[in-house]
């Protein structure tokens, strides 16, 4: 089992960054890939940003590349995601997933509650 907890998410203006971070319990963290997906009002989820196992490899959505930085520290348990020249179209509930396997492409197991980011123009 992996329980994961999100924190970073709040209000910025457009143009501006936002550091989320997402903390994961149990020993497998280091064995899964991550990944940090959005939910905008009446949308779909939609994957944001994933990170392998060993951190070595990472994809993001065309809409934030360049943008959005995945990372992730193995021996912290934890997986960040840095935003950066934040537009009014990345406002949503912003949600880290715990993949059930260690690259990318895996199925996404595990998920914590989410944090809002709103992002005005």
């Known amino acids: 089992q992996v329980q994961l907890a999100e924190s970073g998410g709040g209000l910025v203006q457009a143009g501006g960054s936002l550091r989320l971070s997402c903390a994961a319990s149990?020993?497998?963290?280091?064995?899964?890939?991550m990944g940090w997906f959005r939910q905008a009002l009446g949308k779909e989820r939609e994957l944001v940003a994933a990170?392998?196992?060993?951190?070595?490899?990472?994809s993001y959505a065309d809409s934030v590349k360049g943008r959005f930085t995945i990372s992730r520290d193995n021996a912290k348990n934890t997986v960040s995601l840095q935003m950066s020249s934040l537009k009014p179209e990345d406002t949503a509930v912003y949600l880290c997933a715990g993949g059930r396997g260690a690259t990318m492409t895996t199925a996404y197991d595990y998920w914590g509650q989410g944090t809002q980011v709103t992002v005005s123009s």
């Open positions: 149990g020993r497998t963290f280091s064995f899964r890939a």
């Open positions: 990170i392998s196992a060993s951190g070595g490899s990472t």
